[in-house]
């Protein structure tokens, strides 16, 4: 029987982690449910995934389009396999098209959409597969993929205009320290030649920029390996647990960015819960 590795938080919001042996993972969350624990993270023991590789990734518009068209032909009287067999052969994006395929045969073979849906985390989260389950429950699947489809191009669109308000500053920034870094590489060079053709003694600040430039020079790979060795422990870092919070906490700090980031997060949540409580899922 197979052991799952899980991560999860309690009601209260302490943090929990554990290994619980059963034989599916459908039923290893079920078990963890009823103990009233929310699970953030579960795999296989002994199994490793590299960040960023292992699972298929998935627009936010191409889902909303999925979704929208599932709940059209599902409002139509459509049977809920055909519809899934037509969406799987008609998505433009293969591996999104593989993973429908795979639901499809879940359903065919006696699963709950829900639980198929669940079964591919990384394309369907929990609050997609939560809102069909209360559809399925409640016999109004059309009207709650409707109600996802409208949500998610609405996260979309918020999205887009969080990330449009930060491009400006990254765009000054990245502008900025590429022209810093040219200077101290190929300008002051120049200047370092005659302050020493001149002689006499530099100001303090000349001293530590004409030595910045120097360093830069003979040492520009080890700056560069440095900044990748960096980001590399950042991103480590920060798919943490301690970490994400820490970052984010700073995050959060920052001007202008920082309130631009949580008034984001906190449409995003009232969003995602008028959404969930509107389509019958309970608020606990």
């Known amino acids: 029987m197979p052991t799952f590795v899980w991560k999860g938080r309690t009601l209260a919001g302490e943090a929990q982690s554990g290994e619980i042996e059963v034989g599916r993972q459908e039923e290893a969350l ?20 590299l960040p960023g590789f292992g699972g298929v990734s998935v627009s936010t518009k191409d889902l909303a389009i999925f979704t929208r068209q599932f ?21 433009s994006k293969p591996a999104f098209g593989r993973v429908i395929g795979e639901v499809t045969r879940e359903v065919e073979a006696g699963s709950t959409l829900a639980d198929s849906l669940g079964r591919h985390k990384t394309v369907f989260d929990d609050l997609f597969r939560n809102m069909v389950a209360a559809g399925e429950a409640g016999g109004v699947l059309d009207e709650i993929l409707m109600r996802l489809a409208t949500y998610i191009e609405k996260a979309d669109a918020l999205k887009r205009k969080v990330q449009s308000a930060m491009v400006y500053p990254a765009v000054v920034l990245t502008v900025a320290m590429g022209a810093t870094a040219f200077m101290l590489m190929f300008i002051i060079p120049t200047f370092a030649k005659m302050f020493t053709d001149f002689g006499g003694e530099l100001p303090l600040p000349t001293k530590i920029v004409l030595a910045l430039s120097s360093f830069l020079q003979g040492f520009w790979w080890a700056l560069l390996l440095g900044m990748v060795i960096a980001a590399v422990a950042f991103h480590r870092f920060y798919h943490t647990e301690d970490g994400r919070r820490t970052v984010d906490q700073l995050m959060l700090k920052i001007p202008v960015l920082g309130d631009v980031l949580l008034k984001g997060a906190v449409a995003r949540f009232t969003r995602t819960l008028g959404t969930l409580i509107a389509s019958g899922v309970p608020i606990l």
């Open 30 to 49: 079920e078990l963890l449910r009823k103990k009233k624990i929310m699970v953030t993270s579960m795999r296989p023991k002994g199994g490793f995934k």
């Open 71 to 91: 709940a059209t032909m599902i409002s139509a009287g459509l049977p809920l396999v055909q519809c899934l067999d037509i969406l799987a052969k008609q998505s």
